[in-house]
């Protein structure tokens, strides 16, 4: 904190009040004030001069002079030294002047006026928001631990204190309401004040006077029914603001007397003579037409007051509805908030205090709006941080919301568990590729060994082929005796049919094939049969 060099009640202090938000603004502000409401806080704000009645200024010395007596007894009771201060927190427009702080600024001291109300709800630790919003705006300022809250006539007797610490949540809220107030106060436009409504004089309507000459009747009775007919005509004007309605109050009350006055008369005359049946008559008719008028106004001022309601009611959910919009371009739809225009316009009289109400409720419907705003925003942005994983997210709208920390918990979360979920997968899909690969070189080898097997059959029989030629070539004679001893048909085949069954034919027909030997031509004694018959018997096997 910042101190300055002001003395409270100066012009020099009231002159920094006036571009600073301060302590003793904070609960108008919230809308939280038993004194001002936020809207007179925004006219003063720009500058709009309020005279102090005398009862006013009396109640301001009366405090100051008790707050002066009670500084020592409070300095006794918490055995330090309380200095007035004004100060500022640095950066910001945040003011506050203190009834007292210790000099380490730990403690600060906060006087009202003695109230029976207020020492009750002191003295069981409970405050109400037009106090500790000025409290809490003390402690964002000075960085106080707490505030000792004291309310006393400047005695002992007539005095009572608690000590008020920071709540959670709240200065958060109290910024927020600030930073919103900033932002109406730059839109803000004043308008003229009014005098608070009072009904205008309502023409009385003249007592009916009438006397009785025998059976002749003499009254003003003529005077009597053009005051009512006026009084009926102002009725049956439109109802616009808080004075029309005042006027139109009043004339309901003239009305429901006028009907009784008249039917008094009546009855009285009545009594007194037979033969007066005009005289009733228009007695009657006048009575009916003050009933009709007074009807139709009452009728008036309670639907005229529902579509003032209304309309001013319509007015602020437009206004909310356009802030709305901030959430577009996060995707987002307006989160649902807990303050109801219509609870806070309940109970307001006047077209001025309705407007307030609900102009109040919707700033503090924007604050909230703009907290849900920031915390999705912030939330959006960590999503484009890993702006990669944004299918994790497929929920978005319904966690946008969350606290940020909780939200970065989640993401993180979610990412860690995908990033497990996508190494399995690929582990997974590593070993499917490994078995695939073993399987495919297990498959090559099997057909290698095969081929190498067969090569060197072909190689043996070649080899055997070789031998027979050579024997054939070196034994010509035993060919021939061989072949003159042979039968004809056999001689023409050149070697003994080997005896196989189907299978083993097949076989060895296709084992043979690759080495260009007729089936006709197989020796089954040759090195090379035997060894596709040995082959025959492993694949059997």
């Known amino acids: 904190m910042k101190t300055l060099n002001l003395t409270q009640g100066t012009a020099e202090w009231l002159e920094a009040r006036m571009s600073h938000f301060t302590a003793s603004e904070a609960p108008a502000m919230m809308g939280a004030s038993k004194y001002h409401s936020r809207t007179q806080l925004l006219d003063h704000k720009k500058g709009w001069i309020t005279e102090v009645d005398e009862h006013t200024k009396r109640l301001f010395e009366k405090g100051h002079s008790s707050e002066e007596a009670a500084r020592p007894i409070v300095e006794e009771m918490i055995g330090e030294e309380l200095y007035p201060v004004v100060g500022v927190l640095e950066g910001t427009k945040y003011l506050a002047s203190f009834d007292g702080l210790t ?86 436009e004043m308008k003229a004040k009014t005098e608070k409504v009072v009904a205008q004089d309502v023409t009385t309507l003249p007592v009916i006077e009438y006397e009785m000459n025998g059976l002749a009747l003499t009254s003003n009775l003529n005077d009597f029914k053009a005051a009512a007919d006026a009084l009926v005509l102002k009725a049956n004007s439109t109802i616009e603001t808080d004075q029309d309605f005042a006027d139109a109050e009043a004339r309901q009350k003239v009305f429901t007397k006028a009907e009784s006055d008249i039917k008094a008369v009546a009855e009285r005359v009545l009594s007194e003579a037979v033969d007066i049946e005009k005289f009733t008559k228009d007695l009657n008719y006048i009575g009916e037409q003050i009933r009709q008028a007074r009807l139709a106004e009452n ?175 070196e034994s010509p004679k035993a060919e021939n005796v061989a072949t003159q001893s042979t039968p004809k048909n056999a001689t023409q085949q050149g070697a003994i049919k080997v005896q196989l069954n189907a299978q083993q034919k097949a076989f060895v027909r296709g084992f043979m094939v690759g080495y260009n030997q007729p089936e006709s031509l197989i020796n089954p004694q040759s090195e090379a049969i035997q060894l596709a018959l040995k082959e025959f018997d492993k694949d059997a096997a």
């Open 103 to 188: 000099m380490m600024e730990d403690l600060a001291f906060e006087h009202k006026l003695f109230g029976k109300v207020l020492s009750e709800n002191v003295l069981n630790n409970m405050l109400d928001p037009h106090y500790y919003w000025q409290l809490e705006h003390q402690l964002m300022v000075s960085g106080a631990e707490k505030v000792i809250f004291v309310t006393s006539d400047g005695t002992k007797e007539n005095m009572a204190h608690m000590y008020y610490e920071p709540v959670p949540g709240r200065r958060e809220e109290l910024i927020a309401g600030w930073e919103q107030f900033e932002k109406d106060l730059a839109n803000h």
């Open 299 to 473: 009728k008036q001022i309670k639907s005229r007051k529902e579509e003032i309601k209304l309309n001013i009611l319509n007015t602020a959910n437009d206004e909310v509805a356009k802030h709305c919009a901030i959430f577009a371009k996060l995707g987002l739809q307006a989160p649902s908030i807990d303050i109801s225009i219509t609870d806070a316009m309940k109970g307001k009289k006047t077209i001025d205090s309705l407007k307030d109400a609900a102009e109040t409720a919707v700033s503090k419907i924007k604050i909230e709006l703009d907290t849900y705003h920031r915390t999705a925003s912030a939330n959006a942005q960590l999503m484009k941080d890993y702006s990669e994983y944004r299918l994790l997210f497929a929920d978005w709208k319904s966690i946008a919301f969350k606290s940020n920390d909780d939200f970065e918990a989640l993401v993180k979360s979610r990412i860690a568990d995908h990033k497990e979920e996508e190494q399995k997968r690929i582990e997974a899909e590593r070993a499917k590729i490994r078995a695939e690969e073993q399987a495919k070189l297990k498959r090559e080898a099997d057909e290698k060994a095969r081929n190498e097997q067969i090569e060197e059959q072909r190689a043996k029989i070649q080899l055997q082929r070789d031998t027979d030629e050579t024997t054939q070539q």
